[in-house]
């Protein structure tokens, strides 16, 4: 069987394992523990991704929102000026 040594940061979730078989066969197969590794690392990137594209869109939707609250409010400015005294209308 083929044993390889792993960085210590790698290996600190294995001592979780209860059964030495299992924790054999997580450390004889070096190259399937290193796509492991690798599905992990792309998984983390990708919901750090997603949690920045869902929060600009957030952002994105509020600055609509804003955009058409302030032209409804210029609107009524305007409506509220063409009917008062002082305004021009």
Known sequence: MAWYLMDQQKVSHLSSYRNPKILTIILAFPEDDRLEYAVIEATRKHEQAQARVNAESRAAELLAKATKAM??????AREALR???YGTG
Do not use: G, I, V
Not at 71 to 76: G, I, K, P, T, Y
């Open 71 to 76: 032209s409804l409010s210029h609107q009524n």
């Open 83 to 85: 009917h008062s005294t």
